[in-house]
């Protein structure tokens, strides 16, 4: 450690205070704080008054992790073929490609974390709610592959709406698909790291994300498989206060962390240095 | 057993009312109204070819969940024998709405897990209305296990509008339940055939649904969200759920098109609930003639093809 370099956590800014331009100020939604874009930027994205987590793009996420200048993209021009022609589903993809200069709504590929060479994807919660169609599932899926075969752990950040309605049962199989190539990733005795971050639900909870070796969640973050008003209406309960947060899911014994922002970097190291290099044992591994 | 129609089939039934009316009042002098009666059966064969040989997506819908379909158990009775359930999930409870445990299917032994609904309120509070916890993926799992160790195959019937979106059920880790059952089955080193009988329902259908083989009765569907759940999404209102379906392509056609599935199993005209017993042979023919097939396979293939399987899945493109 030390030896490599760390990413800059000014990295979605660096701007200094004094010359701050005028009109970039942003309400925190949860404590009001008036924040000023590259005081937040430079925090990674994280009130300073009340540690509100806001969403990160998945390129930004990527960076706040990678050690600088290691991230090679790969799959990058993986496009939907709008398979069952859904509705305005083809248009839809357009404009959010054009939004976010993403083809769709996971990023991909080799990175460093403190020397450790991984495999690393995020989702990006601005493209159609970071659901899971055939791109994302296809691109956690190659991800997760190369690792096998380069023999490396697998780092995965969720934050997703679940499954993507628009590619009806090929999006379900995504589950499964991106199950299998853990499976086997798994099998393989290689680390996966899977960190929960806002908001984490529906299919893709009930896949990949709680595959985790090591499952972290960030501060306050909601995770859950069915939405909560879907379990008011069918169930006629009040839900407890903080359900389906991070802390909830701490409390129940769920994630083995809840980990801010500044420190997922370290922890994962941390976490790397005891897990990797994994042992080509023999076998399945249950 | 008296079959409560759908709103689609009443002319059928208003026919059949007609016809059987005529027959009573008749019975003295059936001669005379011969060539009537005739002629209402005609009119019968030809209403209900017309009715059932184009059911909509939305309608196949509402037979998948007619409450005198043939349900798990009722497959269990007439396509299976000898059915031993197993209980519990050794952790928490045992989950009513997924009984598992060995029975026979022709010349195989096998480990059986399924969703089970109830035909009224009583059998439904039981049964939790085929919605499992997560007590009842663990449970699958365990049977699962049980059958890899013993050398036996498996099959899962799935019937279930979805897994139980509950209190408990979240505290317990419903997603981690499922998400682990995908993964463990795509490793499990014995045959897996799945056959939806019913309700495909998302993630709680495919939380049992990892299978060599996986096969549709006529009038199941299988979705990635309920057509009522997308209709809301998309349009705010329930209602538009035909259309959602429609859109969805949830039925068994469209699924076998896409390469999801390997055979649709016929069921008689207007749905299995118009006969248990002809509907429970056909799924017992096709079940055993994979099993069959699949016995022969050396366990490494099969884990091979299966990841093959699941690995096909998805359509996308190089953008230019
Ligand atoms: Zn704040």
Redesign the interface.
């Known amino acids: 450690m030390g030896i490599f370099k760390k990413p800059s956590l000014k990295v979605f800014g660096g701007g200094k205070k004094k010359d701050m331009p005028e009109g970039l100020w942003i309400n925190c939604p949860s404590c009001g704080a008036m924040l000023h874009q590259l005081e937040l930027d430079e925090n990674l994205k994280v009130c300073h008054k009340c540690l509100h987590h806001f969403t990160l793009t998945a390129e930004e996420r990527i960076k706040s992790v990678a050690d600088q200048g290691s991230f090679q993209e790969i799959d990058v021009?993986?496009?939907?073929?709008d398979?069952?022609g859904?509705?305005d589903y083809g248009e839809k993809v357009k404009t959010y490609q054009q939004r976010t200069g993403l083809?769709d709504a996971m990023v991909t590929g080799r990175a460093s974390i403190s020397g450790h060479p991984v495999l690393v994807g995020a989702m990006d919660f601005r493209f159609l709610g970071a659901s899971m169609g055939?791109?994302v599932?296809?691109k956690i899926?190659r991800a997760i592959e190369i690792a096998t075969k380069e023999r490396k752990p697998v780092i995965l950040f969720s934050a997703s709406g679940g499954?993507?309605?628009h590619?009806?049962?090929?999006?379900?199989?995504?589950?499964?698909?991106t199950?299998?190539a853990?499976?086997?990733h798994?099998?393989a005795r290689l680390p996966y790291i899977s960190v929960l971050t806002h908001p984490t639900t529906?299919?893709v909870?009930?896949?990949?994300?709680?595959?985790g070796d090591i499952i972290m969640a960030e501060p306050k973050c909601m995770i859950?498989?069915?939405?909560p008003r879907?379990?008011k209406e069918?169930?006629h309960?009040n839900?407890?206060t903080g359900?389906?947060t991070a802390e909830f899911m701490m409390d129940?014994g769920?994630v083995d962390m809840i980990v801010e922002r500044k420190d997922i970097r370290n922890r994962l190291s941390e976490i790397l240095d005891y897990l990797s290099p994994a042992p080509t044992g023999q076998g399945?591994q249950r | 057993m008296n079959i409560e129609p759908l709103d689609f089939e009443k002319p059928i039934f208003e026919i059949q009312r007609q016809l059987e009316q005529l027959k009573r009042e008749s019975s003295g002098q059936r001669l005379e109204v011969e060539p009537e009666i005739e002629e209402i059966e005609r009119k019968l064969q030809k209403t209900r070819a017309e009715v059932y040989s184009k059911l909509t997506p939305a309608q196949r819908v509402q037979i998948s969940r007619h409450p005198q379909r043939p349900f798990m158990l009722d497959y269990l009775q007439h396509s299976f024998q000898d059915f031993v359930e197993l209980h519990g999930d050794r952790h928490f409870g045992d989950d009513a709405a997924m009984p598992s445990g060995f029975a026979r299917i022709g010349n195989h032994k096998v480990v059986v897990t399924g969703h089970q609904k109830g035909r009224n309120t009583k059998e439904n509070l039981h049964r939790n209305f085929g919605s499992a916890h997560p007590e009842g993926y663990r449970k699958a799992l365990r049977v699962f296990r049980l059958a890899e160790k013993f050398g036996l195959p498996v099959v899962t019937l799935i019937d279930t509008p979805g897994?139980?979106?509950?209190?408990g059920?979240?505290?317990?880790?419903?997603?981690?339940a499922?998400?682990?059952n995908?993964?463990?089955m795509?490793?499990l080193r014995t045959p897996v055939v799945s056959v939806v009988i019913g309700e495909g329902g998302?993630?709680g259908a495919?939380?049992i649904?990892?299978a060599d083989r996986v096969l549709m009765m006529e009038n199941s569907y299988?979705?990635?969200?309920s057509p009522e759940g997308?209709a809301a999404?998309?349009w705010k209102d329930r209602k538009k759920a035909p259309e959602a379906a429609e859109?969805?392509?949830?039925s068994a056609g469209?699924?076998k098109e896409?390469n999801?599935i390997d055979e649709v199993i016929p069921e008689p005209a207007g749905g299995a609930h118009h006969d248990h017993f002809a509907a429970a042979a056909r799924l017992k023919e096709s079940v055993v003639r994979q099993l069959d097939e699949l016995k022969g396979q050396s366990i490494d293939k099969l884990l091979d093809q299966?990841?093959e399987r699941?690995?096909s899945?998805?359509?996308?493109?190089?953008?230019k």
């Open positions: 021009k993986l496009e939907t073929t398979p069952l859904f509705l083809k055939s791109v599932g296809e899926t499954a993507r309605m590619e009806g049962i090929l999006s379900l199989m995504q589950m499964g698909k199950s299998a853990l499976a086997r798994h099998a529906g299919g909870t009930a896949s990949f994300a709680t595959l859950g498989f069915a939405g879907v379990i069918t169930t309960q839900l407890p359900f389906q129940h769920l399945r | 897994a139980f979106p509950g209190i059920a979240e505290e317990r880790n419903i997603a981690e499922i998400a682990f995908l993964r463990e795509a490793l998302s993630g495919l939380g649904g990892i299988y979705s990635v969200i997308c999404i998309l859109a969805l392509r949830i469209d699924l896409l999801i299966r990841y699941l690995r899945y998805g359509r996308l493109q190089e953008a």
